[in-house]
């Protein structure tokens, strides 16, 4: 079998974005970029494929982008049925299942989302409750 350089570049191009995605999908944090590229780069992965490929999965429906209070992208693979909340105080990004949220108003199956809820995490009530 003989490979040319074509195919060994469409293989080592795959090869990346599965990383890409594999790190993605083994975490709960909701990295930014720079946060993959920062476990990525000793595999020789620069941060312009992170973004190249993060915009692919993106567009494959296999991870979304959580906007932050900052107007930083973070990123999630999407392994279960939730949305996100996100603290405009700490920044905090949580998950929420959406049978959980929505449980009695649907009487349907929901099988994507990207909902983004905004407000004020539990933490930042009590010290903002603290403070008065």
Known sequence: M?????????QEKHCKK???FENL???????TS???YDDLKGEGIGLATIYRNLNNLL???????IIDNNHVNHYDAIKNKHCHFVCRSCGLIKDIEVDKLFKDDLDMEVDYNN??????????LKNKERKS
């Open 25 to 31: 999908s083994k975490r709960y944090d909701h990295p």
């Open 18 to 20: 599965m990383k890409i």
């Open 2 to 10: 003989i490979i040319n350089k074509r195919q060994v570049w469409i």
């Open 34 to 36: 720079k946060d993959i």
């Open 115 to 124: 909902v983004v809820l905004n407000g004020i995490c539990n933490n930042c």
């Open 59 to 65: 567009d494959e429906g296999k991870i979304v982008k």
